[in-house]
């Protein structure tokens, strides 16, 4: 009698296992899956196909950027009233003097509120650090999220804010990459770092 209880207990428990086991990954899983399908596409819609064919790395940061954003953000950044455009500029060959991409319009893309453009350089795609391309990349989408192109006037408070933000969505390891990688190197490539440098003479 006592080791039918047993057997029975032990039976009800290892159905609720397999049925603990089975409903968690769904639920963990779903959410992934769709920022997956989201994201190719989005960027099958508003970015150049240029990136697929052409600048692997790049694609692949695009990608694992629109992965990693925080929902409210990716939803912000991907509303297809107002979407933001990624395009090649490209600097070596002949197309470096003029070359197009053609966005096909569909249904989602309505553009009712305009659109944003990101220009990406060929050259980032000369790295194999993909998290360093992934760090440009976040710096230009938290412009677009702080709206800093809608001010009257630009200002180098403008750069701290927007790598700010990238640290405070958790990309701060990214950022120093991108900054390591893609930073000034020079007087005369970045106006704010110059004028940070003259301000504190060292
Ligand atoms: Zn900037």
Redesign the pocket.
């Known amino acids: 009698m006592i080791n039918d209880m047993k057997q029975k207990v032990m039976e009800i428990l290892l159905i609720l296992f397999v049925l603990v086991c089975s409903y968690q990954p769904s639920v963990l899983a779903k959410p992934t899956t769709d920022r997956h399908k989201l994201t190719y596409e989005y960027l099958d819609q508003f970015s150049g196909t240029e990136f697929k064919i052409d600048y692997p790395q790049i694609y692949q940061a695009l990608t694992n950027v629109f992965m990693e954003l925080p929902d409210d953000v990716f939803h912000a950044l991907t509303d297809p009233k107002r979407p933001v455009i990624f395009v090649s500029n490209i600097t070596t060959g002949i197309a470096r003097y003029a070359h197009a991409t053609e966005f096909i319009k569909t249904k989602k893309s309505t553009f009712a509120q305009g659109f944003y453009l990101i220009t990406l350089a060929d050259e980032l795609n000369n790295t194999d650090d993909v998290e360093a391309i992934e760090g440009i990349i976040f710096?230009?989408l938290?412009?677009r999220y702080l709206e800093?192109l809608r001010r009257s006037q630009f200002s180098c408070e403008?750069?701290k804010e927007?790598?700010g933000l990238v640290k405070k969505w958790g990309f701060e390891k990214k950022f120093l990459k991108a900054k390591e990688k893609f930073g000034s190197k020079k007087i005369g490539d970045s106006p704010c770092q110059d004028l940070s440098i003259n301000n504190n003479p060292k």
Request: aromatic share 0%; glycine share 0%; net charge negative.
């Open positions: 710096h230009e938290a412009h800093h403008m750069e927007a790598n």
